[in-house]
């Protein structure tokens, strides 16, 4: 019987709550995303599903509380593109955290982020804001909210071949109400930060991001569509256990996870903000998790951007 207890343990999961860290603050969308999965875990799981947000430093403090606890399956992350790739190539070192502190659990989603413009910019397409600057050296501005939107500024101006200036937010919000108070030339963002600004037709996207045109904003060209076929990022949030958590707890995760991201309430936000959900399983999260380190080491490489630049 004594032989037995560890995995009696596992079978029990979960018997007490479980804490899903946020490294962003209340009401970002990474947020929003999180409580309706708190919500349809709790449902499965029969625990309370607890949400815990702690922001700042680039979602480092977050991701760090959640790197150094316990690995039992009871505080997981909300990772995303910033705190689990980006910071890496950007911080090595110095976040107090690594990525082999952590290990995938799920995908909730994804969507690519876009460049925005002032609703009344006279910029109509990408063309007209490139030949502007290259008229105008040094005068406009890019704000990012970021690591992932300071990595898209500098590419976009290192493509493009552009002299303009980096403006850092600590959120993209931010570096949207500057853009549609005309502080900011144009910002790089997530389309849910943009959603309410695009909604109320105080912003609108330039180009979009991605391969393909976004299907919750057909209207959109891409930057491919507009010449420039090397600018794609995708902006997309995952759920990160630390280190150690035994396989049968996080396929069990795993399962709930992906159940609850087939939600119609989650289905319909991430289409109400321009993203879609992911499906992963265990395996095809953790080779995620390693391509979208390398991936945006070698951006950050080859772009010779520097955090906050």
Request: hydrophobic share 40%; proline share 6%.
């Amino acid at each position: 019987m004594l032989g037995a207890a560890p995995t009696q343990a596992q079978d029990a999961f979960p018997s007490r709550p479980i804490t899903l860290v946020v490294p962003f603050g209340a009401g970002s969308g990474t947020d929003i995303a999180t409580r309706i999965l708190a919500k349809s875990m709790s449902e499965q799981l029969k625990v309370p599903v607890l949400v815990d947000n702690k922001a700042g430093a680039n979602g480092a403090i977050g991701a760090q509380a959640a790197a150094k606890a316990k690995a039992d399956g009871y505080t997981l992350l909300i990772g995303s593109a910033t705190t689990n790739a980006v910071n890496f190539a950007f911080f090595p070192g110095k976040l107090g955290y690594e990525a082999s502190q952590f290990q995938g659990v799920a995908g909730l989603s994804s969507s690519p982020i876009s460049l925005y413009v002032e609703a009344d910019s006279p910029w109509k397409k990408l063309p007209d804001l490139v030949a502007d600057a290259k008229r105008n050296p040094g005068k406009l501005s890019c704000g990012s909210g970021n690591a992932v939107t300071q990595v898209a500024c500098e590419i976009f101006r290192l493509q493009a071949g552009l002299q303009t200036t980096n403006i850092p937010y600590k959120s993209n919000p931010q570096s949207l109400t500057d853009v549609v108070g005309k502080q900011v030339s144009y910002a790089f963002s997530d389309p849910s930060a943009a959603q309410s600004y695009v909604e109320g037709k105080r912003l609108r996207a330039l180009a979009v991001a991605s391969a393909v045109r976004n299907p919750a904003r057909p209207d959109d060209a891409t930057f491919r569509e507009q010449g420039m076929n090397e600018i794609e990022f995708t902006a997309w949030v995952a759920v990160f256990a630390p280190t150690g958590v035994p396989a049968p707890v996080l396929e069990r995760l795993n399962a709930v996870v992906r159940k609850a991201v087939d939600s119609p309430e989650m289905v319909q936000t991430q289409a109400r903000t321009g993203g879609t959900v992911m499906h992963f399983n265990l395996q095809e999260t953790q080779a995620f998790y390693g391509r979208e380190v390398a991936r945006w080491a070698r951006y950050i490489k080859d772009s010779g951007v520097k955090p906050e630049q």
